[in-house]
């Protein structure tokens, strides 16, 4: 199984980037797809996911209203529109793939990516 991010990049505050998840060797749409960011010194959060068919999605409050999620299960891919950058949202960003666990009842990460750093310049 492989989750592979891209799209990071430097951008000036006020601008946008599309990061794109592209999972190989699993069967994509049984998965919800996380996207988490790291900023240096701080701990990993969850800024938004998505669910198997794309039809529920979860924003944190620091981003809800400038980034939206989104997947094409044809081609087991997950993207993260980043709009009206801020310096705070300067961190590495990771995508995930949960499964269902039928023993919880809860949707756990089982599947993460390497990362795309994103930079915001002020």
């Known amino acids: 199984v492989q989750l592979q991010a891209s799209g990071g990049g430097l951008v000036q505050a006020g601008g946008s980037l599309r990061l794109s998840c592209a999972a190989s060797?699993?069967?994509?749409?049984?998965?919800?797809v996380g996207w988490f960011r790291q900023a240096p010194g701080q701990e990993r959060e969850l800024v938004a996911a998505?669910?198997?068919?794309?039809?529920?999605?979860y924003y944190a409050d620091s981003v809800k209203g400038r980034f939206s999620v989104s997947r094409d299960n044809a081609e087991y891919t997950a993207y993260l529109q980043m709009n009206s950058l801020k310096p705070e949202d300067t961190a590495v960003y990771y995508c995930?793939?949960?499964?269902?666990?039928?023993?919880?009842?809860?949707?756990?990460?089982?599947?993460w990516g390497q990362g795309t750093l994103v930079t915001v310049s002020s």
């Open positions: 995930a793939a949960a499964g269902y666990k039928a023993t919880t009842g809860q949707y756990e990460y089982d599947y």
């Open positions: 060797g699993l069967t994509f749409s049984n998965y919800a």
């Open positions: 998505i669910n198997w068919s794309g039809a529920a999605t």
